[in-house]
């Protein structure tokens, strides 16, 4: 396999409309990504999901993660497709259920959306937080307390599991306590090192063993990184030291969107792209189009036969996003009836 193909299962990338007209085919083809992440711009009926998650498969040609954010209250990419999605609750909201009924529906929701293309679903959000939402948190948090967000955080993986998706851990080390929204800026955490260490990251102590990914926040922390700006997403500190080395984590790292923001500093998609994966990601995903995540994937490649990045840490993270698929996608059995699902996802949100 030749560097750019290398470089391509590096990368997440999105896709601009609802289908795949020739132009974008040909493009998806060429990235041939590890994974691509769909939006409201996307997914419009459920037969049309099913016809674009088939049609990426077909073009990639290769075994991908095909990604949504799915979380319930605003974070909610289906809600328009069924009042049974557009009932999902708040995240504060669902830590206050039963653990057994959490899990339950999670595992519905899971098989709804394996049966609509889906393998990965960017949650739960394990931010502590009580703002007002200025930091786009707010009420997509379980609260201010470690355990409780754990607690719900852990029932959330386990009715994803069931269903054979794979769930996300986010935003690594915690967007709690910070005022700025990431979309718009680099947000400033004003937390120490110790209240960082122990509230903030206490949940993926926790669950590193159980979660299967986790994405990295686009915010600075200055107590761990000093004060000359950087995001978590670039930061060996953070994602080596901390992430891998003190807690232990084993399974794969996905970058938040590299077109955001917090990161859009006149850097190339591709600076952007191989600063990630150096400081530990690894994937690097790109919301938008596909033209970012091309250049991204040409930089990257460059850099390999530069010998500027390790071929034995790209191994790693090869490795990685192969045990990724090997032990959800690879594992999953028949496709769920989709109709089922969302019929037991409505019971569950009337009881």
Known sequence: MDSGHIAGRLIVSALPGPDLPLKIE???????????????RNLKTESQIRDLTGAIREVVGHPLLIAVDLEGGRVNRLKHLNPAWAAL?????????????????????????????????????????????????????????PQRTARTARAILGGLQRAGVIGCLKHFPGLGGTTLDTHVGLASSPLSKAELWERHAAPYRELCEITPMIMTAHAHYPAVDGP????????????????????????????????????????????RACRALEA?????????????????????????????????????????????????????????KYDAAISSLRTLLKA
């Open 280 to 336: 530990g990601c690894d994937l690097a995903m790109f919301c938008q189009e596909l033209d970012a995540p091309l250049y991204a994937r040409d930089a990257i490649a460059a850099r390999l036969e530069r010998g500027d990045l390790a071929w034995d840490t790209i191994s790693e993270k090869s490795l990685r996003l192969k045990t990724l698929l090997s032990n959800y996608t690879g594992a999953r059995g028949a496709r769920p």
């Open 26 to 40: 040909r493009a998806l083809a060429d990235l041939s990504p590890a994974g691509v992440i769909l939006f409201d």
């Open 89 to 145: 609750p708040r995240g504060i909201q669902q830590a206050d259920w039963e653990i057994a009924k959490l899990e339950d529906l999670w595992d519905s929701v899971g098989q709804a959306i394996v049966a609509l293309g889906f393998d990965l679903d960017f949650h739960p959000p394990v931010d502590l937080d009580d703002s007002d939402g200025t930091n786009a948190i707010g009420d997509r948090s379980f609260g201010l307390d």
């Open 228 to 271: 000359e700006p950087l995001p978590a997403t670039y930061s060996p500190r953070l994602l080596q030291e901390w992430l891998r080395d003190r807690i232990g984590y084993q399974g794969a790292v996905v970058s938040d969107d590299l077109e955001m923001g917090a990161v859009a500093d006149g850097t190339s998609a591709g600076d």
